[in-house]
């Protein structure tokens, strides 16, 4: 059994292409044991982005707070708090943030 | 893409042997076609419970509301919101609320 506080968990500034205004805090990655996923949680600013890209591993995301726009394959879907998006592997997808924000984002560790 | 609000999931009675008071959103499952892991939002009220039980496969969790013990083979560990719990397979364990809560508990495709 591990347990952790979120506050005692770093909020590491997202470094990759297209990231902007974005940090991340991994709750739970392989650094933990955990064998088959990774539970991470976003903060992102006004007007703050994810990379745009493609990968061959899913997304299962909450927004706890915020709002904007998700881009999925070309098309725009609005977000609020409350919001959930199942991305699959092999979808183009951005998130776009239109206010301060915070979302929950599962991936398999095969994506870590 | 698929994309759902946490309000339009149905609450479920979790009807287990030792659950009490106890509710569960499944936002994501492999009904929805996820692939690997699933993830669900628990509702507990006060006083409620989780089953005390082993299984085989995992659960990472972290407490959204409330306040209350985690049991894990044979101790209580304290949790508030923001608490986060890494529960590995194999591991006895049990979540007994002391005041209403919310939590959100993932497992992988295995357990569903």
């Not at 301060?100 to 984002?105: H, T």
Request: net charge negative; glycine share 10%.
């Amino acid at each position: 059994m591990l347990k952790k506080n979120i506050e005692s968990v770093p909020k590491d500034k997202v470094e990759m292409q297209g990231a902007k205004g974005l940090q991340v805090q991994w709750l739970f990655s392989p650094k933990d044991g955990v064998p088959n996923f990774s539970f991470r949680i976003f903060h992102i600013e006004e007007s703050g982005t994810t990379p745009q890209h493609t990968h061959a591993w899913e997304h299962e995301v909450l927004f706890l707070e915020g709002e904007g726009e998700v881009f999925v394959n070309n098309q725009l879907y609005p977000f609020k708090a409350g919001d959930a998006f199942f991305i699959p592997g092999g979808e183009e997808h951005q998130i776009r943030a239109k206010s301060k924000g915070k979302f929950i984002c599962l991936i398999p560790n095969s994506g870590c």
